[in-house]
């Protein structure tokens, strides 16, 4: 996530090895540099078009004097994604639907824009399920821990987090969508905080996190790409339940660990992923 007033970070932030870049034109951007930071987000899409990374802007809340002004002026054409602040209702994504198709920046697109919701409040967060089932363009819930543990008072701890995090990916689960944690910001150049802190929210079902400085992209990567004995254990079980079907056996032990079919599923989806990481690689 980049600071869209930046315009040197934009370009910059093109060349780490992040799967989406996040142009930024809501909190990290000064309310008198708004117009500036959408005319230089507006030119780094278009010169970076072409690149193979997920595009996406974080616009600044249609209850503000600038998100109609967002709406409005993004060439959404360009972009893959649009990351919706603070959503605290099904109204407000609804609102949004309402507004981009009033819009004329989606003219000529191909595909849908998506939505990466953020849910940053303790509202948000207590009203995730519904949230999520509020419009087919969302394809990830992003949880944002700063104004949440403001709001609520609390402390920016793995504890206080731990309830808010399984909310967010219970929901994203329910819906089959991505769930993306928040960034590490207590001290962003502190890789390896970085690192522990992504593993947690791998632990809780998260699939990425946001980052803020590039110290955190490759610690982040690496905690998210399945090591070689996850693989190992999930071809394991892939083999050996499918063999077992075979014989009519519907349960399994595997390497002392029991399965049935309620495991297969992510064993899958931890192998598909390691693919997708793989071809990735092979083409950048």
Partial sequence: MTPGNRKERLYK??????????????????PEEKPAARSAVIAALKDLSAIDKELCVRINGLDTPFGKADLEAIPWVLVDSIMVPKVESPEHLRQLEKALADAEGLQGRQGPLQFVVMLETPRGILDAMAIVDASNRTTALFFGSGDYTSA????????????????????????????????????VKD??????????????????????????????????????????????????????????????????????????????????????????????
């Fill in 13 to 30: 932030a093109a060349g780490y090895p992040a799967d989406a870049l996040v142009f930024d034109l809501e909190d990290s951007v000064p």
């Fill in 152 to 187: 609520v008072g609390a402390d920016i701890h793995t504890d206080v987090l731990q309830f808010p995090r399984s909310v967010v990916c219970a929901a994203a689960g329910a819906k089959g969508i991505q769930a993306i944690d928040a960034a590490y910001f207590l001290h």
């Fill in 191 to 284: 890789a390896q905080a970085t690192y522990e802190d992504a593993c947690i929210a791998r632990r809780h079902g998260f699939k990425g996190k946001v980052v803020f400085h590039p110290n955190q992209v490759e610690v982040v990567n690496d905690a998210f790409t399945p090591t070689e004995q996850q693989l190992a254990e999930a071809r394991d079980i892939v083999r050996a339940y499918e063999d077992a079907r075979a014989k009519g056996i519907g349960t399994i032990v595997v390497n002392g660990r029991f399965v049935a079919v309620d495991l297969v599923p992510p064993a899958q989806r931890l192998l598909a992923m390691a693919e997708r990481i793989k071809a990735r690689r092979e083409t950048n």
